[in-house]
């Protein structure tokens, strides 16, 4: 079975020039051992035998391995095993490893934006989807970058992709209408192959980029670019949108031919103070007794907790265990992505799932806590975007709040 899917990696070791970060460490994002970061793409998710298209696909990243050479990522793709679509990836998530030599790091001038289980874990002379800082640098000198873009794509082009924007694939079983998205076909059995378009990339401005930094909304600094880049009797005008960081010029978002993919969240690796659960702990004592639970992930459409997750969920239950007189609701939240229904069932499902983690394997006592789910009622932020869409995508804990 080969799977196809859109990576995005984490190519250094910092985020500077954020506004409203957590901390005192402002944009800090160190390339380390438990970086976890998210990415939402119009994109579906199949098997060999099915093909079942969603509207916004979540894919999880962690920064897995480092040494002097190289960087080594692990991201999941996982399918709804759960719903209607059971049989997609025969129900079983797929993790696949990816490596960045830190020589490519600073000097190469090619990339992959659309990788296949059937790749090499290890490409030298390319990053994954983002760049090196002498292609930044050369887009800030003169404003011009020689380039090559690499993608996975069916021998139709990207271009096909397009044209399945829209579509809709309704599941009657569980009430959920989900959008086609213009990747789909991508993601089905149908033959893809690798092609590396050529060409020059263009500074097109600085822009500040929205992102949730360890769940807090904030932008950092984007260098936007375009081009035209030509692979035999074919061009394609891609949009890619880079972190303005001479040491991490990561891939905030690529657009091509109606194609996209973008970076929503970035959890930094937990350090040995209680950041963030000590915040946690101030929301869950002060006057709105709830607090959002980040670093809680699942994959699309499913209520199954992601390995990653586990740092958060531990640190939580620590939390747990300091304050024993709490008794706590864990609270699910969706976007508006489906009907009411279904959505309501979904995030009940995952609230359900968190609390059985925390009873189950974190041993927090079954009595102490409670799972209840709100569907796409408390939004926090627009369903109008992508970035405001996988916010609302979110586990909450509350409290009962003292007279």
């Not at 897995?64 to 050479?69: L, S």
């Not at 904030?218 to 001479?246: M, N, Y």
């Not at 699309?300 to 907790?305: E, F, G, H, K, R």
């Amino acid at each position: 079975m080969r799977v196809a899917c859109l990576l995005v990696v984490v190519a250094s070791a910092w985020l500077g020039g954020s506004e409203g970060a957590p901390d005192d460490r402002a944009g800090h994002v160190p390339l380390e051992k438990g970086l976890i970061f998210t990415t939402t793409s119009r994109a579906g998710l199949t098997s060999t035998t099915v093909a079942t298209p969603v509207a916004d696909t979540e894919t999880v990243y962690s920064v897995a391995t480092i040494d002097t050479e190289q960087v080594g990522f692990r991201f999941t793709v996982s399918a709804p095993n759960d719903a209607k679509a059971a049989k997609l990836l025969d129900g079983q998530p797929v993790s696949l490893t990816r490596s960045v030599r830190r020589e490519d790091l600073r000097s190469a001038a090619r990339l992959s934006i659309l990788v296949s289980s059937t790749d090499p874990a290890l490409v030298p002379g390319q990053t994954f989807a983002g760049t090196s800082s002498a292609v930044l640098q050369a887009l800030h000198d003169s404003g011009r970058a020689g380039f090559v873009l690499g993608v996975n794509e069916p021998e139709e082009g990207l271009s096909a992709l397009a044209r399945l924007a829209g579509a809709r694939l309704t599941d009657t079983e569980s009430g959920a209408a989900f959008v086609a998205s213009s990747v789909s076909a991508l993601l089905t059995s149908m033959s893809v192959s690798r092609r590396y378009y050529r060409g020059t990339l263009e500074r097109v401005g600085l822009e500040q980029f929205p992102v949730l930094l360890d769940g807090q909304r904030t932008t950092v600094p984007a260098l936007h670019v375009s081009g035209e880049l030509k692979f035999t009797d074919r061009t394609i005008a891609p949009q890619i949108w880079w972190l303005d960081a001479a040491d991490n010029p990561l891939t905030l978002k690529w657009s091509v031919a109606g194609v996209y993919e973008t970076v929503t969240r970035i959890d930094r690796p937990l350090d040995g103070a209680l950041r963030p659960t000590e915040g946690i702990a101030d929301a869950l004592t002060g006057k709105k007794c709830r607090a959002e639970l980040s670093g809680v992930y699942f994959t699309t459409a499913s209520a199954q907790v992601l390995d990653p997750s586990t740092p958060a969920l531990e640190r939580f239950a620590a939390l747990m265990r300091q304050h024993a007189d709490w008794h706590v609701t864990v609270e699910g939240h969706t976007d508006n992505i489906g009907s009411a229904s279904y959505n309501l069932d979904l995030s009940a499902r995952r609230a359900a799932a968190v609390r059985d983690v925390l009873v189950g394997r974190l041993n927090v006592a079954p009595d102490r806590l409670q799972a209840k789910g709100y569907g796409l009622t408390r939004p926090v932020e627009t369903n109008a975007t992508d970035e405001g869409r996988a916010h609302n995508r979110r586990v909450e804990v509350s409290r009962p709040c003292a007279q």
